[in-house]
């Protein structure tokens, strides 16, 4: 059995010229990205860890995915990430992409482009543009398309 991905994907409130500065705050904004990170972090308190594969979305602890996917962001804020006080604030912006990474794989119409902003200061943060190829009829044709804004990213 296979989780409901819309369950962990939501992307829209980072678009085109807002930008997000660290991952914390990413995951936290949206209870999709929160349930998304819940999955893949590993702390002693955290049971919800690998409760779900994220290649296939198959689920791997049924009885924890079922509860994590009925929580509500402030129940996974407040019963865990205050509780417990996880941090998990280091490679920011590789970390966002990972999570942009693991939202393509599975809408196969979305592609992401994406860059850094400033340097190494606190007005650091990740613009990130959404190109949708639901036009594109084809693999081969969404492949090229995708293929070519990853290379062109940051130039």
């Not at 941090?87 to 912006?93: I, M, N, R, S």
């Not at 009829?137 to 090229?144: G, H, I, L």
Request: with cysteine; net charge negative.
């Amino acid at each position: 059995m296979k989780i409901d991905k819309n369950l962990v994907i939501e992307y829209k409130d980072l678009l085109e010229d807002v930008g997000t500065g660290n991952n914390m705050d990413f995951y936290l904004m949206d209870e999709k990205r929160l349930r998304y990170k819940f999955n893949e972090i590993n702390f002693d308190e955290n049971k919800f860890y690998e409760c779900f594969d994220m290649d296939t979305l198959e689920i791997l602890k049924p009885k924890e995915w079922e509860e994590l996917s009925k929580m509500t962001g402030d129940q996974m804020s407040n019963d865990y990430v205050d509780k417990y006080e996880w941090d998990w604030l280091g490679d920011d912006f590789d970390d966002m992409a990972d999570y942009l990474n693991f939202v393509e794989k599975h809408e196969t119409n979305t592609v992401f482009s994406h860059y850094c902003d400033g340097w190494k200061n606190d007005s650091d943060y990740m613009v990130i543009h959404h190109h949708d190829m639901s036009d594109l009829k084809t693999d081969a044709e969404r492949k090229a398309y995708s293929k070519g804004i990853k290379e062109g990213m940051g130039k």
